[in-house]
């Protein structure tokens, strides 16, 4: 995770230093950059509020990088804000979907996600990717625990994958990304000749 942080910032620098960004890569709607840390007894406080330990990635994140700001579609929202925005305030009841599920029986979870309204518990919401078609989530409680998920018109509902931007075509039966590597494959796609695990992460054609 340390190695994960340590790029992230890096790259985070990067952006301030070299927007405006060339037009002809993903288009960005958000502001570059991102909100001031919390602190650790900010980040307690909402633990105890909500009876929950957010996931290590996402609580570090939020302690040394920054509260939102800077990230896919307009953005990452605070943590205040992804609680509002989250489909219940039951963080501390367990998300009933997983990739394990889908991995033993896609049919059955395809029937059991139509089945099952959006209003789940154990999710906190991250940013609006396409609103309103694709949204992403933190898995805070749960089978799950620490994954991001997709949710939203195109992905006919809850779905064990998250896009960083419209055009991200990731394929659904791979184990979904935690925090620090979706946000860092977000980064990744929005600066020049950036790349994470020596792969090169560029921008893919948009689609028509």
Not at 169 to 185: C, T
Request: glycine residues 8%; aromatic residues 10%; charged residues 30%.
């Amino acid at each position: 995770m340390r190695s994960a942080l340590a790029r992230i910032k890096s790259k985070v620098a990067r952006v301030a230093h070299e927007a405006p960004l060339p037009a002809s890569r993903c288009p960005i709607r958000c502001d570059l950059r991102l909100n001031p840390p919390l602190r650790e007894s900010e980040v307690v406080a909402f633990e105890e509020k909500h009876r929950i330990t957010l996931p290590e990635e996402y609580r570090t994140f939020l302690l040394e990088v920054g509260n939102g700001g800077m990230g896919p579609g307009e953005g990452l929202k605070t943590l205040t804000e992804s609680a509002e925005r989250s489909p219940t305030s039951d963080l501390d009841r367990p998300f009933p979907f997983s990739f394990r599920m889908y991995q033993e029986d896609e049919g059955r979870f395809i029937d059991a996600r139509r089945n099952e309204p959006y209003h789940q518990p154990g999710v906190l919401f991250l940013a609006a990717v396409e609103d309103p078609w694709v949204s992403v989530y933190l898995v805070i409680t749960g089978e799950d625990r620490g994954l991001v998920w997709g949710c939203g018109l195109v992905e006919g509902g809850w779905n064990p994958e998250a896009p960083t931007w419209e055009g991200d075509q990731r394929a659904i039966d791979g184990p979904p990304r935690r925090f620090l590597r979706w946000y860092e494959d977000w980064l990744n796609v929005i600066l020049p000749n950036a790349d994470g695990d020596g792969e090169d992460k560029a921008c893919p054609a948009r689609p028509e």
